[in-house]
């Protein structure tokens, strides 16, 4: 494993379930231990020589986000789309009001280059000239909306695209800078509203995310009825987005997926057969395109537990618990993956290793 996808912002909420303490706690005040956090975060992973993708915001709400930025500025309530059956549209029409809200955007920015001008306070590098970063990410997920009311979006929203990728450039001509998208389920199901907003020359790579479960392709608790035609819906989801990078002819990388554990059992421990069996195929399936001169440039898997653990049964996250890798508003446990589950871990290291061969075999031949 040399990339990791990180989290660089979050916002203070009222949201019940969202990351504390925060980053930013009111608009233009940072947490400077959390970012001396993240210097540290640097400065070890270039000591292992990994390199980072670092979000500058988020879609959702367990970070604060957009829906937050939108709050500060409005002095509204930040809307909490809860177990999503009652507020789902609402939130969505919220937090996408963000592409549109010129304040808002005015403290992003404020904070962007905060970041990216900053001194690494454990190697004297400012963040814009460190290798160790390889891109800067708009934010996780970011969506045009919900429905046929995101329509109105879909220009403030490519216009956000365009106008925040040039001003991370302006300010840092050394790294990549992509968006952070699901790809095509993340843009309202359309091809063609995802390739409208990746045409930026701004944005130097594509970005995809595959979540099984939570597209309703996957039941963990009907393993054998749903496996083949998550399988094959999967299978097709890369290729699709695979063709898109092509006509774009742009890099693309699979930032986000996982899988829950046999049952959607969150103790560690608990049996990940058909997360192993799935994990072995997708790689597969990205190794042999790559193989084959695809413009897949890699993937991340979601995600690190580590040796975390749910503190208690009801698996919901509370102050002071660790930090498993699953966000605060889903189960803890559901997607991480802890370093006790060695057959998963084993099956990512022979797929690194296969990638990391086929890269120094293409660099290779491109210097002959």
Sequence with gaps: ?????????????????????????????????????????????????????????????????????????????????????NKWQEFNDYVSSFYSNEKANEYFKKFINEVITRKNKFTDKYYFEDPTIMAWQLANEPRPGNGEAAIKNIEFYYNWINETAEFIHSIDSNHLVT??????????????????????????????????????????????????????????????????????NKPITL??????????????????????????????????????????????FWTWGGDAFKKHDDSIWRKGDPFTGDPPQEPQGLNSIFNTDYNTLKIIKEHGSKMKLLREVNENTQKD
Excluded: C
């Excluded at 597969?284 to 395109?289: G, K, Q, R």
């Design 1 to 85: 494993i040399d990339n990791l996808r990180i989290l660089a912002a979050s916002e203070k909420s009222t949201i019940e379930k969202s990351l504390t303490p925060a980053v930013q706690s009111k608009l233009g005040v940072y947490n400077e231990d959390l970012l001396e956090g993240l210097d540290f975060l640097l400065s070890e992973m270039n000591k292992r020589d990994m390199h980072a993708v670092i979000f500058l915001n988020n879609y959702w709400e367990w970070s604060g986000g957009m829906g937050q930025y939108n709050a500060w500025t409005s002095k509204s309530e930040a809307v909490d789309p809860g177990d999503f059956s």
């Design 179 to 248: 968006t952070g998208s699901e790809g095509v389920w993340g843009s309202l199901n359309s091809e063609a509203y995802f390739l409208k907003a990746h045409e930026s020359p701004y944005i130097d790579y594509l970005t995809f995310h595959l979540w099984a479960k939570n597209w309703g392709w996957f039941k963990a608790d009907d393993i054998e009825g749903t496996y083949a035609s998550t399988e094959k819906n999967a299978i097709n989801y890369i290729n699709e987005h695979l063709q898109l990078a092509k006509e774009l």
């Design 255 to 300: 930032e986000e997926f996982g899988l829950p554990r046999n049952f959607e059992y969150t103790l560690r421990g608990t049996l990940t057969s058909a997360r192993d069996k799935y994990f072995k195929k997708i790689f597969e399936v990205i190794y042999d395109s790559a193989a084959n001169g695809a413009a897949i440039a890699g993937t991340n």
